[in-house]
């Protein structure tokens, strides 16, 4: 059993599909995705579908990134918030045709994704944790939005090694404390996944 971290896809549906064929997947894999499936990139719609239908194939974890979480936010109040708007609303609610015309199943998906997974002394999470800070006493804000404090840290959550995204890179920030895989997909740099197991780095270029 092999497990492989997605990073950003950001609506990039081409290149998640490609990504995807090229993983030396078998039935009983594991694929963990780190937020941030939405927003920027063409097809936020048609990512959430893929998405959905290889969870019925594949054990599929969902990691809330800091976009899905705005997008909840917005349905909660009824009304887009100045937040998402900011940070590339527009071409989701173009892919959906609007905030009111997200189906149920996506609706379900983005509720579902939950803020960060453990496996062993894996800790996998969108963008990272505040330094020194016990899991337990965790703000979600910072798994959700943290930058360079985290990634300036040395050994920010000691016994894991912390496989993140969030913060992009021309390549795969490979250290021995943390691991981030957003390689700027969406602003025409590749989609990455990580194979926990191996240490193998699987790529596209993404060509919009």
Known sequence: ?????VGDIHGCLNSLKKLIEILPLNHNDRLIFLGDY?????????VIDFLINLSKK?????????????LIDSLNQGT????????GAASTLRSYGGLL??????????????????IEDKFFVHAGVKPKIPLEKQKIEDLLWIREEFILSQDPLPGFKVIFGH??????LI???????????????KLSCFCVESGGIFQVICRG
Not at 1 to 5: H, K, R, V
Not at 80 to 87: E, M, R, T
Request: charged share 25%; aromatic share 18%.
């Open 58 to 70: 594949y054990e599929c974890i969902f990691i809330r990134g800091n976009h899905e979480q705005m």
């Open 80 to 87: 887009v918030s100045q937040l998402w708007y900011f940070n």
């Open 38 to 46: 939405i927003d920027r990139g063409p097809n936020s719609k048609g």
């Open 1 to 5: 059993m092999s497990t492989y971290a």
């Open 101 to 118: 015309k997200i189906p149920d199943d996506h609706l379900d998906f983005f509720h579902s994704t939950r803020y960060y997974y453990v």
């Open 175 to 189: 250290l021995k404390d943390k691991i981030g895989i957003d390689t700027g997909c969406v602003y025409s740099g």
């Open 167 to 172: 913060t992009p890179f021309e390549e795969p």
